[in-house]
C-alpha cells in the first residue's frame, strides 16, 4: 500500500509543477506571447525571474505576493491554478489510480483548468483546447467501448453543440445579444464527446446549477449597489413566501408563492432586457459540472 502513497505524492508535485506552466500559458495566451519564450519574467516591470522565484506556491509565500524586484502584487491566480491542478491531478489518482483513464481525465481537467482562468479573467478562451478534448474524449470512447462508445461520444457532441446554441441565440429576442459566447459551445462539444449522449446529461445540469449559483448572487449584488432596491425587495419576498410555503402548505400560501415567483421573474427578465447580465460565466460552470461528473460517473 505504501508505493500508492508514494506515487500519490509524486503525482501532486507533478500536479504543481504543471500548474506553473498552465499559469504561463495562461498569460501567454492572453498576451499572444510563445510559451517557450521568452524566458519567465515579471509581467509589471519585465525583470527576468530568478530560478527560486519560480517554485509552486512557496515562491508566492516566500515573496509574500510581491515581485521581488519592482514590488508590484503578484496575481493570487498563480498559487490557487497550482494548488487546484494538484488537487484535481491527486484526485484523479486516487479515483482511477494507474490507467489510461487517469491520463485521459488528467488531460482534460489540464484543459478545463487553462480555459476556465482565461475566461474568467478576460472572457478570452481558446478554442483549439477544447477541441483536441473533443478529439481526445472520441478517441477514448473507441478505446474503452468500441463501436457504441463512437457513435454515443458523436451524438454527445452534437447534442451539447446543438443544445448550446438553442441557448445562446435565445438571447437575441430578450437582449438583442448571444446569450453565451461561442467558445462554450465549444467547450460543451467537448464534454459531449468525452461523456457521450447520456453521461453528458447530468454534466451540463449541474453545470446549470453551479452557474445559477454563481450567477444569482452576482446579479442581486450589483442590483443593490446600483439602488434597484425593488429587485431585491421583491426576492426576499419570494424567499419568505417559499418558507412559508414549505411549513404550511396550504392554497393561500401557495397563490402568494406564485405571486410573488411571477413579479420577481417579471423583474428580473426587464433587467435582463437591459443588459445588465451580458456575461453568464458558462466555462467554469462547465469545468465544475464536469468535475463533479467525473467523480460520481466514470
Ligand atoms: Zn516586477
Redesign the pocket.
Known amino acids: 500500500m505504501d508505493w500508492h502513497y508514494y506515487i500519490l505524492f509524486w503525482v501532486c508535485i507533478a500536479g504543481l509543477c504543471l500548474g506553473s506552466f498552465y499559469n504561463v500559458v495562461i498569460l501567454r495566451s492572453l498576451s499572444n506571447e510563445s510559451i517557450v519564450f521568452p524566458p519567465s519574467?515579471?509581467?509589471?516591470?519585465?525583470?527576468k525571474l530568478y530560478a527560486w522565484h519560480n517554485i509552486p506556491v512557496l515562491s508566492y509565500i516566500l515573496l509574500r505576493g510581491k515581485?521581488?524586484?519592482?514590488?508590484?502584487k503578484i496575481s493570487i491566480q498563480y498559487p490557487i491554478v497550482e494548488l487546484l491542478t494538484m488537487v484535481m491531478f491527486g484526485l484523479t489518482f486516487l479515483k482511477f489510480g494507474i490507467s489510461l483513464k487517469t491520463l485521459f481525465v488528467l488531460i482534460w481537467v489540464s484543459g478545463l483548468i487553462i480555459m476556465t482562468v482565461t475566461d474568467l479573467k478576460e472572457k478570452v478562451v481558446d478554442c483549439n483546447i477544447a477541441i483536441i478534448m473533443g478529439v481526445l474524449g472520441i478517441l477514448y470512447n473507441v478505446i474503452a467501448y468500441g463501436w457504441r462508445g463512437l457513435g454515443l461520444s458523436l451524438l454527445g457532441l452534437l447534442g451539447c453543440v446543438i443544445a448550446l446554441e438553442l441557448f445562446a441565440r435565445s438571447g437575441y429576442p430578450v437582449a438583442k445579444t448571444r446569450a453565451m459566447g461561442e467558445a462554450d459551445t465549444y467547450v460543451a462539444g467537448a464534454l459531449g464527446a468525452i461523456f457521450g449522449l447520456y453521461g453528458v446529461i447530468p454534466v451540463l445540469l449541474y453545470s446549470l446549477i453551479c452557474s445559477l449559483v454563481i450567477i444569482i448572487p452576482i446579479f442581486f449584488y450589483k442590483k443593490f449597489k446600483n439602488g434597484d432596491r425593488m429587485i431585491c425587495f421583491s426576492a426576499i419576498i419570494f424567499g419568505v413566501f417559499t418558507g412559508i410555503y414549505y411549513y404550511f402548505p396550504s392554497i393561500i400560501s401557495l397563490a402568494l408563492l406564485a405571486l410573488s415567483g411571477v413579479y420577481l421573474a417579471i423583474r428580473v427578465i426587464k433587467n435582463i432586457g437591459r443588459g445588465d447580465v451580458n456575461y453568464f460565466p458558462f466555462v467554469p460552470a462547465l469545468f465544475a459540472g464536469a468535475v463533479i461528473c467525473f467523480c460520481t460517473l466514470i
Open positions: 519574467k515579471c509581467p509589471k516591470c519585465g525583470h515581485c521581488y524586484f519592482c514590488k508590484e
